[in-house]
């Protein structure tokens, strides 16, 4: 599990140097060259994508999303877990649900050939690759509802 984490968590980070450079390196080329880098745009909507769908899981694993917990210390600690767990389980539908409409734009944009304007990057393979993360992050949540049920204290998920 923690080769996996330790994947996310470097292609996430790679995205976002990679975003830092290409915008450096475009501003320095507007600056003093008056010329802007071809495509910085289009590699930049790429390294966005990437950089927030493999942290997307990992932040789900952490607990880093927005939480509403002003009543957890007023209710029941039993209620609490299966509060959780439905939680959990609410987002994962609500992620599988959108792995199946990103794939099905996947497979439009593989159809259709479509790519980018600039520098004709296919975009299916990063249509598919959301599709994908957003179906392992479900499954993160999953498993979350699952260890909020089966924990002896009800640990926060």
Do not use: C
Request: hydrophobic fraction near 60%.
């Amino acid at each position: 599990m923690k080769r996996i984490e330790s994947l996310f968590a470097t292609v996430a980070a790679i995205a976002l140097f990679a975003m830092m450079v290409l915008t450096f390196a475009d501003v320095v080329g507007r600056k003093f060259f008056d010329n802007s880098l071809t495509g910085a745009v289009e590699l930049t909507e790429i390294f966005m994508t990437l950089m927030i769908y493999f942290a997307l899981p990992l932040a789900s694993l952490v607990g880093e999303h927005i939480v509403f917990d002003l009543l957890d210390k007023l209710m029941p600690a039993a209620l609490l877990r299966w509060q959780k767990a439905a939680s959990h389980g609410l987002t994962a539908a609500v992620l599988l649900g959108a792995a199946w409409v990103v794939r099905e734009r996947a497979a439009r944009t593989m159809e259709y050939g479509d790519m980018t304007a600039t520098l004709e990057i296919k975009l299916w393979p990063f249509h598919s690759l959301v599709a994908v993360m957003l179906v392992v992050t479900a499954v993160v949540h999953l498993w979350l509802a699952w260890r909020s049920t089966h924990t002896e204290r009800g640990a926060a998920a």
